[in-house]
């Protein structure tokens, strides 16, 4: 529910460069850690990589749904909103499933950013529970 923002300095990444700079940092992160802790520590230990590298981000951003002409807090929260252009769910799950590529789509839309990432830290090798979704 927190709601965190790092200020980093200002870069020209294209959106395939973040999110291999994001990727590194989740790959940093499962090697110290490895697999089976709970969600929220991996998110706090990919804040403070993402940091490192002066990236700028917001930690649990709600995100409202437009409906109509009414805007609705219907409880969507992104787990990480880097560099204005990036999403990023994070997962410690068996295996993603559509369920949650679809929420990751969701979440775009509703966002209109085009590049996503899905993070799932629960298996042995994390470059195998890696999805990058555009939309």
Same mark, same amino acid.
């Given at each position: 529910?927190? +709601?965190?923002?790092?200020?980093? +300095?200002?870069? +020209?990444?294209?959106?395939?460069?973040? +999110?291999?700079?994001?990727?590194?940092? &989740?790959?940093?992160?499962?090697? &110290?850690?490895?697999?089976?802790?709970?969600?929220?520590?991996?998110? =706090?230990? /990919?804040?403070? =990589? *993402?940091? &490192?590298?002066?990236?700028?981000?917001?930690?649990?951003?709600?995100?409202?749904?437009?409906?109509?002409?009414?805007? /609705?807090?219907?409880?969507?929260? /992104?787990?990480?909103?880097?560099?204005?252009?990036?999403?990023?769910?994070?997962?410690?799950? =068996?295996?993603?499933?559509?369920?949650? =590529?679809?929420? *990751?789509?969701?979440? /775009?839309? *509703?966002?209109?950013?085009?590049?996503?990432?899905?993070?799932?830290?629960?298996?042995?090798?994390?470059?195998?529970?890696?999805?990058?979704?555009?939309?």
């Amino acid at each position: 529910m927190e +709601t965190r923002r790092h200020r980093g +300095t200002e870069k +020209t990444l294209f959106d395939s460069d973040l +999110t291999d700079i994001v990727i590194g940092c &989740a790959i940093e992160v499962h090697r &110290a850690l490895g697999p089976g802790l709970l969600e929220s520590a991996y998110e =706090e230990c /990919l804040c403070y =990589e *993402l940091a &490192a590298r002066d990236l700028t981000f917001e930690k649990q951003k709600n995100v409202p749904l437009q409906y109509k002409d009414v805007r /609705l807090e219907a409880g969507y929260r /992104l787990d990480l909103f880097i560099e204005n252009r990036l999403v990023v769910e994070l997962k410690c799950v =068996e295996k993603i499933l559509p369920v949650h =590529e679809a929420q *990751l789509m969701t979440y /775009l839309r *509703l966002t209109k950013v085009k590049t996503g990432l899905i993070i799932n830290f629960f298996i042995p090798v994390l470059k195998d529970g890696i999805r990058r979704i555009v939309y």
